[in-house]
Nanobody, 122 residues
């Protein structure tokens, strides 16, 4: 299973970016998908996660500015980021939790994408 993220880049403060991530490989189901980020000199933090049923949870610093969405049929997750500020700068990682490859396995695994850089600067 691989996670491929896209959509990062350089944007001015107040601007918007949309990140997308697709999980590929032998996949039966994915429980949670989401985005984490790591700013310069900071620990990785949760940005937003969404369940297979569409329930979303956001980090406090992005509430009201970011929106996560998911397409279960395509195994994709997207993050719409609005009103970006310099504090949003960092590497954004796509995450897929409890990925079941075969229901007979009886377990799921967690996967991470390689990360995409988001830089907010004038």
């Amino acid at each position: 299973v691989q996670l491929q993220a896209s959509g990062g880049g350089l944007v001015q403060p107040g601007g918007s970016l949309r990140l997308s991530c697709k999980a590929s490989g032998s996949i039966y189901s994915i429980s949670g998908m989401g985005w984490y980020r790591q700013g310069p000199g900071l620990q990785r933090e949760m940005v937003a996660v969404i369940s297979s049923g569409g329930f979303a949870t956001y980090g406090d610093s992005v509430k009201g500015r970011f929106a996560i969405s998911r397409d279960n049929a395509e195994n994709t997750v997207s993050l719409q980021m609005n009103n970006l500020s310099a504090e949003d700068t960092g590497v954004y990682y796509c995450n897929a939790r409890h990925v079941v490859r075969d229901p007979k396995d009886g377990y799921g695994m967690e996967y991470w994408g390689k990360g995409t850089q988001v830089t907010v600067s004038s």
